[in-house]
């Protein structure tokens, strides 16, 4: 059981750790086209100190860690990392966030490296529509990794898709019956103000409740759950195995059930997605801090936990951009 409790009596359990801050993709309501502002290669935690951060949140009762980005997977070594981080005593559940652009390459050493569930952006079936909101990337790469990830072994497969009005909301229908297809679990997610591009993709905002209701009307919905962490509230399809989480911060936010933290690549911690309350590891990993400094200084870091976003009272407060932490 996690002893890492922030002041509000959440249990901090699982740690999403962002490998890059840089992506093959430009999503636009992510990262902006001609982006070059990232993080200097000397400042990245080295797979070692990642380790050691997250050996020490697991000495603290974390028993599950995400590996994200940006992309992770443009990531030189990325199974080595994996299989480190799956070897720690405590880590029971060690999953990966991928745009999937690469998964093809990458998908049978991750999953023997120790990765056993993926989470895969996905915002279209549309080839052309895909090409525009992606800045440029190639729908059949993303869906070749995924045949690939399916034939790896990695269950479940997750699919995320970004609900924006106007760009690709007449497609959650076509997205539900692909998923039934290929047994993967979908996930609609809503848009969040984080920098300029996420709230310029905020003006696209779509209601996710409004998206249940219009499935309500084509297929039976019945209660269901998922393995997992997060905070997705799940519905089963009827007839189908399908499940399908509805992620909404704005409309239904989660916060009061929180039990993460972000690592960046940096060695940042931050302890809110929507907030900017962050501790800084690096300093100290290069200091030579041991194990018991470093959960001296987890624990310091967790007490800085706020208790919610703000995304709709203070839009423009977040200035990252999502691919700094990952979502
Ligand atoms: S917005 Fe912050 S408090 Fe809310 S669920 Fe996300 S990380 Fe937790």
Known sequence: MSQLTDPFGRRIEYVRISVTDRCDLRCFYCMPKGFHDFEEPENWLSFDEITRVIGAFAELGVRRARITGGEPLVRHDLPQLAAQLAALPGIEDLSLSTNAVQLERHAAEL??????RLNVSLDTLDGERFHTITGGGR?????AGLMAAKQAGFA???INMVVMKGVNDDEV???V???IEHDFTLRFIETMPMGDTGRDAANRYVDLREVRERLERRYTLLPGVMPGGGPANYMRVAGTELRIGFI?????HFCETCNRVRLSVDGTLYMCLGQEHAFELRPLLRAGADAEALKAAILEAIALKPARHEFT????QVMRFMSKTGG
């Open 139 to 143: 729908l059949d790469k993303v869906l």
């Open 177 to 179: 019956d692909f998923c």
């Open 156 to 158: 479940p497969v997750k």
């Open 111 to 116: 999953h023997r490296a120790g990765v056993t």
């Open 248 to 252: 909404t911060p704005i409309s239904q």
């Open 313 to 316: 009272e203070k839009p423009s």
């Open 173 to 175: 229908e076509a997205m």
